[in-house]
């Protein structure tokens, strides 16, 4: 295990100073034993927190917690307890953290296997000890003890020192997200995700766990492009997510973008396999080699097929939830077609799809386009693809991409068929075929989407009280809750208001609303509503004593809505109202987003511009010459030019071409021969779309 | 290559003598060279096959083929022509095999890499020789070459040499199976997966390619199952693949189960990971650490969450498409419950939801039941299966379990709750809970079905002229072939019949039947018959001038019709007529399998009538003790006493209890301390199903 952690840590310290920083986080180890658990219990606290071992025992159900005797730190930890580092643990351990540690802004300082302090990132900490614990706990150290067993979503109430700390929300609602979005976005992000219930954080790095709240959003997509490309032919099949390494390598500049990413398979059982085995990052060699042997007319074609499964791309970048991880979901569609026409109009009806996904399912504005030369799918012709825009970070993000691949796999696979034009006129001619004449290669696309959808989605619409999700996806579009019972209520009023709440929810589900009245017993309306609201459903109706007697549903929507206005509906217009309040407040998510998108575009004529519209957050449309030697030199120059750390692991801070967007019209007009290119000054082609980027 | 070669070659060879057979295959290996060719063509054929360079050019394409010279043959295969081995290739090379010797059920002779001929079965030879082509042809040598390019499923006619051949069909149509389900089962089932476009065969053993043919009908299944579990509020979700050792490695019991079957990923890229990491076998101990974590209160429970994902178990017993395959597709459920009761209830609900898969979906009788301790799950309490038998067999067939994992997993992984009971009574006596007091371990359960179901329904439904799918998960249930078209026919005449084809087929369609017209141009209406009969689609209509005419479609059965009866639908009854045709085709299969199910069961009192019954292809049901010492017993002493090869990668011979049925009734009464275990003589205590299994 020491091995292990010492290569995880010299990676996350690249880019912090090992020497003790003056904005940081000091900590304090602890060990401890109980006879209720199997394992002892390391505990990492800030300094400052007030650590007893009684508070802590009752805090983790542990009652009978004493302090680690020398012998205790000298065999699991290797030293004393004064110069121990929590990372030198080799052996079963049960781990609490502090949670104003795993939340900290700035770096944390903590003991080292040398002996020394050294800095580390919250989220990297966080990472390491849960994926070298047996038993993992995060604990508000400062926070009393529980009297009742916290609901398994309920963060605890934020600390006066959480509250210092910046990016923290002042009077924040007990169990809310706790971070403010504008200030300390990635950790935001994750808060979102893990208290909207979302994912859970998994013990090998780079590999997320999708819940069921997530991964309900995936299900209704899946249902909606099902739908959609099952209308032009395509079929669902699913293909081995083992590759043999011959096969992988068939396609040489293809593999060489994925190469270093591939996980290989090199042992089974006890046994080492004769030849490794990759696990597929994408399938286009996988498929192929079947392709050539399934396509053998033209009466064959078009060929669609899509699988929905996951492949893995073991990249060593940070890792982030959604975007970056290292197994994924997706669907990826592999087609052949009997010419350029047929393979491109597939290329665009697909691309239009995902952009009908972004915008109709995820209310999120979307640009599509064509991708450069240098973005542009490795061993493909061309890439088209549609282009999204995280507002908070000022960055594009790739939404979903639709490549024509050309012949190239074609040529390579040998896939082919006999050119029914030629045979037909040479039939006509009265003359049969020369040896090869009319040898045709297939033109191929493929095309995907993955669950990257729902990280975009979560970034774009979430806000510093949690998730904000669009009704078309919510699995949970609107939760009645009963409210106003008090010790005062009499059982039939008590018993009314819950009946009454769950026959708002039945009505609502009966036309096809997905509705749930929320009846948990031992939590109170507010706990609840927090509850709700953290996972962003659209629609909350609170049905109380008044409601009753007034007989309306009191409707209070997520989005857009900085003063929680409540709107009464009367009952009798429930199944009329509903459903227009759900269409309103896609609307209301879809324009906003999609302003601030607008309001974020910039057309830009001048080079200097650039990078003070980057560090403004714009993303800029302007003239290019669309060559590779240009593309790469604003991405050094504009890299150079920017603030900031310079670090592999964290997206770029140059701009690259996110698209070139099919909508060139409202960028203006290029004059060919007149118009330059901002980059280099050559004459410029087309508008196209630069930006920092995911 | 060549050591992995060598190594499968081993293998096989187990149970193959190496010497010369009297009842075997002669071949020959050739090698030719072509300008049209990238890669050299390797040919292996049967001794008496003809295989003139210009024959084989003409059926592969490549009309310049020549004879490789000398200094080809030493390069490719480091041998002359007379002792080079298809086995010592060691670079790019297209294979083509003779299809008699793919189909041969004698042992086929080849030169193996020591220059001596070896002894290899048909499967193992195709595979082998699959497995290291860059391109594979199965071609037949004796068939004369085909003027047009062969539609894709259309394999070629059977020659005057295959119908010597034990199990080939005298006569058969020119694209059914060709092989005799009753006389040569195993290549059966291949060809009717092949030929029915169910699956291919892939380049890593093991694996397989779904179709959309069957993918549709392990959707169809998965449409099925996800609304009855979303009744008792089971979700969807999805964990990663990946799983650490030290996780992997919690469950001593349950890891013992899966270790040697385990695939470990020790490379990305080009860099070995610190820490080899496993692809799930199954999810426990995946899923379990985050149910300690998520599950806080008995208000958490029961927890249900489903995933539908791919698991890895590298097994080194012979592959069976659907079957036994190391990568396959299935549905993992995993619960958490307050108590025994809530778990069990479950475990039976979900125990007849797989009942209902297979007997309502897949027309596929089973018996529920629970197996014994030999057999039951690793690490569980107990396992409920369903259990299917494979009449050409003989052979019993696990469908599907659903097991009650008990609190052994919740002890190994902290899954606790205040149970609520301990808690209410202590509050009435007005006290605190002491330490640890009611402190309770949750009740688990998991459950399984596979793409199993389809091997399954295939192995039972099949025919001499190939699939034959239940109406219930056919993805095409009708298709309407329009007929009696010939050069004679008018043009006004043609286009009546297609259209009315068509409208047959677009009224069935809006009433909801997956019907669908094959106006495919250029194939003939009896080959057209053919494919959709190879393909299993539950009705044909035959739709020519006289049913124009007379207004009326003509049906044909595709199941339990051995004579074709055609019967004709007034096309004014089409709605109706169908409808009620797919429900007594479904009958039809459900009783004739049940039929066929029902009277291989015997009772068996005696153990001497074991190995009888089993070689006569029974099911026995036997009073038994239900003690793991007599089953193994009971498998040792009927494995000894049957005929035939004993082969560790074959399925055994030996009768192991298949399960113990829930219907005891049935099969008589078991007097207490007088009925006698038929296996070791002790008391009985309940009626269990013993068999042959897969």
Redesign the interface.
């Known amino acids: 295990m020491l091995?292990?952690l010492q290569?995880t840590l010299s990676d996350s310290f690249k880019k912090l100073s090992l020497s003790k920083q003056a904005d940081s986080t000091a900590t304090k180890t602890l060990l401890f034993k109980s006879k209720?658990s199997p394992v002892p219990i390391l505990v990492l606290a800030d300094a400052n927190s007030p650590t007893s071992a009684s508070d802590i025992g009752k805090k983790i159900n542990l009652?009978?917690l004493r302090a680690a005797d020398d012998s205790l730190w000298s065999s699991l930890l290797k030293a004393t307890k004064n110069d121990a580092s929590p990372f030198s643990l080799d052996s079963d351990c049960h781990i609490v953290l502090d949670q104003s540690l795993s939340q900290s802004t700035t770096p944390i300082e903590v003991k080292g296997v040398d002996g020394q302090f050294t800095s580390i990132d919250a989220n990297t900490l966080t990472e390491i000890l849960q994926?070298n614990a047996t038993?993992?706990d995060k604990l508000d150290f400062a926070a009393a003890p529980a009297a009742a067993?916290?609901?398994?979503n309920a963060p605890a109430a934020p600390t006066s020192q959480q509250r210092k700390q910046a990016g923290k929300i002042e009077g924040a609602a007990e169990v809310a997200v706790g971070i403010r979005k504008d200030v300390d976005f990635p950790n935001w992000y994750t808060q979102v995700l893990l208290k909207g219930d979302m994912l859970?954080y998994?013990?090998?790095s780079g590999?997320?766990?999708?819940?069921?709240w997530s991964?309900?959003i995936?299900?209704a997509i899946q249902k909606f492009f099902d739908g959609e490309i099952q209308k032009i032919g395509v079929?669902?099949?699913?293909?081995?997510?083992?590759?043999?390494s011959?096969?992988l390598n068939r396609e040489k500049d293809h593999i060489e973008g994925f190469?270093?990413?591939?996980?290989?398979?090199?042992?089974?059982?006890?046994s080492d396999l004769?030849?490794?085995?990759a696990?597929r990052p994408t399938s286009e060699t996988v498929m192929y080699?079947?392709y050539?042997?399934?396509?053998?007319?033209h009466?064959?074609l078009p060929l669609r097929?899509n699988q929905w499964?996951?492949v893995?791309r073991?990249e060593f970048k940070n890792p982030q939830p959604f975007l970056r991880t290292?197994?994924f979901?997706w669907q990826e569609g592999h087609t052949a077609h009997i010419d350029h026409d047929s393979a491109s109009d597939e290329v665009d009806y697909i691309l239009d799809v995902y952009r009908r996904i972004y915008e109709e399912l995820l209310a999120v504005p979307v640009i599509p386009g064509v991708k450069s030369e240098n973005e542009k799918f490795a061993g493909g012709f061309y890439t088209k693809s549609v282009e999204g825009y995280i507002p908070t970070t000022g960055r594009g993000i790739q939404g979903a991409t639709s490549h024509c691949l050309g012949q190239n796999f074609s040529k390579m696979f040998?896939i082919t068929?006999?050119d029914p034009e030629v045979a037909r006129k040479a039939r006509a001619e009265g003359r049969q075929l020369k040896?090869?004449e009319g040898k045709k290669f297939v033109w191929q696309n493929s095309w995907g989407l993955s669950t990257r959808t729902i990280g975009v989605m979560v970034m774009i619409h979430g806000d510093d009280q949690g998730l904000v999700l669009p009704p078309p996806v919510a699995s949970v579009q609107v939760v009645v809750v009963p409210c106003g019972i008090t010790a005062k209520t009499s059982p039939e009023d008590a018993e009314a208001i819950e009946k009454g709440a769950k026959a708002i929810s039945d009505r609502l589900v009966k036309i096809g609303v997905r509705a749930k009245a929320d009846l948990?017993?031992?939590y109170t309306p507010g706990w609840k509503f927090n509850d709700w609201e953290m996972r962003g459903v659209p629609i909350r109706i609170e049905f109380g004593p008044q409601d009753l007697k007034k007989q309306q549903a009191l409707c209070v929507r997520r989005a857009v809505n900085p003063n929680q206005d409540k709107e009464p509906l009367p009952l009798s217009q429930l199944e009329e109202g509903i459903p227009k309040m759900l269409d309103r407040i896609y609307d209301l998510m879809f324009n906003k987003a999609k302003d601030s998108f607008n309001d974020s575009l910039e057309v830009v004529n001048d080079f200097d511009r650039i990078v003070k519209a980057l560090n403004e957050k714009k993303v800029l449309a302007i003239p290019w010459c669309e060559e590779v030697a240009c593309e790469k030199d604003i991405k050094e120059r504009t890299e150079n030019a920017s603030d900031g750390d310079k670090d592999e692991k964290q997206p770029s801070q140059g701009a690259k071409s996110l698209c070139i967007p099919n909508d060139q019209a409202r960028f203006g007009k290029i004059e060919h021969g007149k118009t330059l290119c901002v980059g280099c000054k050559k004459p410029a082609k087309r508008f196209a779309l630069f930006g920092r980027s995911y």
């Not at 004769?274 to 085995?277: F, L, S």
């Open positions: 091995r292990r290569m209720k009652k009978d994926s038993k993992f067993p916290a609901p398994s859970d998994y013990d090998v590999c997320y766990i999708l819940k069921p991964y309900n995936w299900q079929e669902n099949c699913y293909f081995p997510m083992f590759v043999s011959r096969v190469a270093p990413e591939v996980a290989w398979v090199t042992k089974a059982g006890e004769d030849e490794p085995i696990i080699p079947y050539a042997k399934w396509i053998r007319s009466r064959d097929l499964n996951s893995v073991w290292r197994e979901l040998d068929v006999e040896e090869g948990r017993e031992g």
